[in-house]
């Protein structure tokens, strides 16, 4: 799809609050897109993500702040003076017009010519391997298909952004994965902004460039897909994501760049605080990926005798193929998991019920943001009690 | 009452097969003696035995000689009229039903106003209409206080429906003509109204059927001239003939040929929705 686009497609978000009569939907937000990124805003359902791509499509007007298209302000523009094109959730493909009909729409509505507008919509619906059902109506395709009809009828406007509004909850497992794969590929070949809404974890790490994490309508963290994953800032955003222990407990001292702390359990870690000096007794929060632990089968074993270990009880082992997910209780009220690879599991192999000590590395320990507390994060559903 | 499968049914399943034909013949069996003996022959009377069969009192019907009055003009009449009732209760009811799904100030109460004259009787909305004509000094006419008082009637009814109709209606196809470029005349045009074209063709068939055999409100304003049913209730006192029956007859048919083109067309729009072909 090589078809010029409309300019800029650099998005500037600035100070945007958006209320609807007594709730605040977003608050107070900033955030910059560059162009030609692809772009996931990913959060649990009233986080405001929704709200967010509405704006910058023009279907909702900021409370107050601005939205840049850019460099321009398109406060008060219609979509298609912003150069915008939206994919709705479930599509609103029009059911009372064939395909060519629908993806023709757009240039319709610019009088085009029949002629015109079916031979541009037929070369879109080539690119998306749909020429051969461009008489049919939307309720004759199957999701998938439907899908590829709506980014066809999205494109056809050459927009220098396109918002994708939960573009594969429509779909079933298989279809999603070889959608997001196809809408990926397609950005890519574009070269125009993709801003996509999803509350699926995988799916923004999978296609974006930048995944912005939400919550109650601010911003916990915008970072590119492989920092959300293995850097997360907050312990909301390393519980959202997942594949993330969080850790948390009461400093007892610093040296040489990490601090030791001990959870209510009473098991010890040493956390990098580089060159951070946090006073003793203050709580401390850190990640540590599932594949990063180890597990041994100890008896004997009381929290506290090494450092970097907690002692639990096997409560749950899953099979996930490639590797196997086992579940402690620490005791402590925070979910605890090692991803264990599938050799190293069946050498000797652990059940549920056995005692055993999880090892790691202080090296794999990740510092998180937050400070003494964590109920700030009210969207996390747990108490943080884990080391 | 199918009976393919072997015999077992419980007794409780004839006692009630045997209700429901009961209430079928309750329903229909009175119409179809009416239809019955509006073939009455030609030396027949109101009642049976049937003296033979024709269709002598069809072509009665028309026969501008006849006693049974001016038939003919008062059936045209009561078609006209039914078409401007369900032309102007479309126009309002979609009108209203779309400026109804935002909320302004008093529109609960506007609601509540255009709905409660379905609770009014109708033979004083007929009487109210037509004091208020004759203290204007304006002559009542079946196109002017017979419109108006069966619009009583047909609005509300349009606007109940349009509100179950708009209810299902799912606003992201008008956002995503609004995105593709449309005006908002546009996106009425060529998306909002083709999308809520079956419940339309609802309201405008409820809109003709409640006029076509409006008598209440109707009686009392519609003037020197009668729709229909006025015509057919006056028959009933003078005329003495089986004429009366075949005029059921034809009303019938036109009933369902009305209601069946309407309901076809729904059907055929829904199906080709639906994906019933692919053209």
């Known amino acids: ?387 | 009452m199918a009976m393919h499968d072997s015999g077992k049914r419980p007794w409780t399943f004839w006692f009630f097969a045997a209700f429901f034909v009961l209430f079928v013949i309750f329903l229909y069996g009175p119409m179809f003696v009416v239809y019955l003996l509006s073939f009455q022959g030609e030396g027949g009377g109101l009642t049976f035995p049937m003296n033979g069969v024709s269709t002598h009192w069809f072509g009665e019907l028309v026969n501008p000689e006849s006693r049974s009055g001016d038939i003919a003009s008062s059936f045209q009449r009561s078609l006209g009229l039914g078409a401007m009732v369900a032309a102007i209760t479309v126009f309002l009811s979609v009108a209203a039903g779309l400026g109804f799904r935002r909320r302004f100030l008093g529109s609960g109460v506007l609601f509540y106003i255009a709905i409660a004259s379905l609770i009014m009787p109708g033979l004083f909305v007929g009487l109210g209409v037509n004091v208020f004509f004759s203290v204007l000094g304006w002559e009542p006419d079946w196109t002017t206080s017979g419109l108006g008082s069966q619009l009583t009637w047909t609005l509300p009814f349009g606007l109940l429906i349009m509100f179950a109709v708009l209810g299902r209606f799912n606003r992201s196809y008008e956002e995503a003509a609004t995105d593709l470029g449309a005006t908002p005349w546009q996106r009425l045009r060529e998306v909002t109204l083709p999308i809520l074209l079956p419940g339309i063709i609802g309201v405008a068939l409820f809109g003709f059927t409640l006029s076509y055999d409006e008598f209440p409100r109707t009686v009392l304003t519609s003037g020197t001239e009668n729709t229909l049913p006025i015509t057919i209730w006056a028959m009933t006192t003078n005329v003495t003939s089986p004429a009366l029956y075949a005029l059921g007859t034809v009303t019938t048919l036109v009933s369902f040929a009305v209601v069946g083109t309407a309901l076809g067309s729904i059907a055929l729009i829904s199906r080709r929705r639906r994906g019933g072909d692919s053209t």
């Open chain 1, 1 to 387: 799809m090589n078809a010029p686009t409309n300019g800029n497609g650099r998005i500037e978000v600035m100070n945007v609050t958006k209320k609807f009569r007594d709730t605040t939907a977003v608050a107070n937000l900033s955030l910059n897109i560059d162009h030609g990124s692809y772009c996931c805003l990913l959060g649990p359902s009233g986080c405001g993500k929704t709200t967010i791509l509405r704006m910058i499509a023009g279907h909702e007007s900021p409370s107050s702040g601005d939205v840049r298209i850019g460099g321009q302000s398109v406060v008060g523009l219609d979509p298609v003076q912003r150069g915008t094109a939206m994919m709705f959730q479930s599509y609103a493909l029009f059911p009372h017009r064939s395909v060519i009909e629908n993806v023709g729409f757009a240039l319709k509505m610019r009088g085009a010519s029949k002629d015109e507008r079916n031979g541009k919509a037929r070369e879109l619906l080539q690119k998306v391997h749909m020429e051969k059902f461009a008489n049919r109506l939307p309720a004759e395709l199957s999701g998938g298909q439907q899908q590829r009809v709506a980014l066809a009828r999205a494109l056809i406007t050459n927009p220098r952004v396109l918002l994708l509004d939960e573009p594969l909850s429509a779909l079933d497992e298989y279809l999603r994965l070889r959608m997001r794969g196809e809408l990926r590929r397609v950005q890519k070949e574009l070269g125009i902004t993709f801003i996509h809404v999803t509350h699926t974890q995988l799916e923004a790490i999978a296609v974006a460039d930048v995944v912005v994490v939400m919550t109650q309508g601010r911003i916990e963290q915008a970072a590119t897909a492989r920092d959300i994953y293995t850097a997360p800032r907050s312990a909301y955003v390393a519980r959202f994501i997942g594949g993330q222990n969080v850790l948390t407990g009461v400093v007892e001292g610093v040296a040489g760049g990490l601090a030791t702390v001990r959870n209510a359990e009473g098991a010890r870690a040493q956390f990098p605080v580089d060159k951070a000096n946090p006073a003793k007794g203050a709580s401390l929060f850190a990640a540590i990926r599932r594949d990063r632990i180890h597990l041994t089968r100890n008896s004997t074993y009381r929290n506290g005798d090494e450092l970097n270990a907690a002692v639990g009880i096997v409560h749950a082992i899953e099979n996930q193929g490639t590797y196997v997910k086992v579940t402690l209780d620490l005791t402590t009220e925070e979910e605890f998991v090692a991803y264990m690879p599938d050799g190293e599991y069946f050498r000797d192999p652990i059940d549920i019920g056995d005692r055993v000590v999880a090892r790691w590395d202080a090296q794999n320990l990740h510092l998180l943001e937050d400070a003494s507390g964590g109920q700030q994060f009210a969207a996390a559903d747990k108490d943080v009690a884990l080391m």
